[in-house]
């Protein structure tokens, strides 16, 4: 992958990490074991922390495409902003803004240019593994997402029930969590929903489960929520758009693509639960019936 101007330091790091040195590296995986706040000190600070020099630092920095270590904290916080920015902020600043393109397409191109970047991000052997942990009955799976996400958790609950057992919703209010976390073992896998403004419960929640040997699994934007480092997988996803709220439309795709590569890890299973299913329709008289003409 390319760096080009809108990818976030993590994902640069990450990006250039085999063309580095062995030093870099070191220095790399300071900076991302607790970013952003290990990269917030002077150049000596951070260089001490990682125990390099402070020459390696800039070496690296001008790796990752900035001019100097100065230009590399001023990105930095430009992204700490970006993380926390409230949708009065957004839509300020995008209020601003002045174009003579109608806003159906600059909405459009935005969410497009979001998919493209983020495919550009996804490692197939990855979202492979992430299809096989997911569909693997012997473990137990848990969903949860925020005050917004939740809704998506819910969606994605909602269809993998259809294809496998021991799913888990949880309950948006975080005050019943502790109950979910007393059935939760070691191995088994948390699906969790943060984008910004990150939500403390969900960050405690993944270190809490994370602490039990459960493998979590985060939905989060490209900045990324601070609960990454608990988590075993995770998927960066672009959610800005011309709009007070970042969107949840890339994150729909993954999660649908999912679903997708499941049901086909799964087919007999998932064929099975669905006939049963459908009989339980017919019973409860749920879906009204198509009437037949005379």
């Not at 709220?245 to 639960?273: C, G, P, Y």
């Amino acid at each position: 992958m390319n760096k080009t101007n809108s990818d976030t330091i993590p994902e640069r790091i990450k990006a250039s990490f085999n063309s580095l040195t062995p030093t870099e590296r070191q220095l790399a995986n300071s900076m991302l074991e607790n970013f952003p706040s290990s990269c917030l000190g002077s150049i000596t600070a951070v260089a001490s922390v990682a125990g390099v020099s402070p020459p390696s630092v800039v070496r690296m920095v001008k790796k990752l495409g900035f001019t100097g270590f100065p230009d590399f904290q001023s990105n930095l916080h430009n992204e700490i902003e970006e993380r926390i920015n409230n949708p009065l902020v957004k839509l300020t600043r995008l209020s601003k803004k002045h174009s003579g393109e109608h806003s159906l397409n600059l909405f459009a191109d935005s969410v497009l240019e979001n998919l493209n970047n983020t495919l550009d991000q996804i490692d197939y052997l990855q979202f492979d593994k992430i299809v096989e942990a997911l569909t693997n009955e012997r473990f137990q799976l848990f969903i949860v997402g925020g005050r917004i996400t939740s809704s998506l958790a819910d969606y994605m609950f909602s269809h993998i029930q259809m294809i496998r057992r021991n799913v888990t919703f949880l309950n948006p209010n975080p005050s019943v969590w502790s109950s979910y976390l007393l059935d939760m073992s070691e191995n088994d896998v948390l699906v969790v929903f943060d984008i910004r403004r990150y939500e403390q419960n969900l960050i405690t929640l993944s270190k809490i489960a994370r602490s039990k040997g459960v493998r979590i699994l985060l939905f989060t934007d490209h900045w990324g929520s601070p609960a990454a480092k608990y988590a075993e997988n995770v998927f960066n996803l672009r959610t800005q758009v011309p709009s007070a709220w970042d969107s949840s439309i890339v994150t729909l795709f993954i999660i649908e693509s999912l679903i997708s590569a499941m049901q086909k890890e799964n087919i007999h299973a998932t064929q099975n639960r669905i006939e049963e299913l459908e009989d339980l329709f017919d019973k409860t008289k749920l879906f009204k019936k198509k009437t037949k003409l005379k």
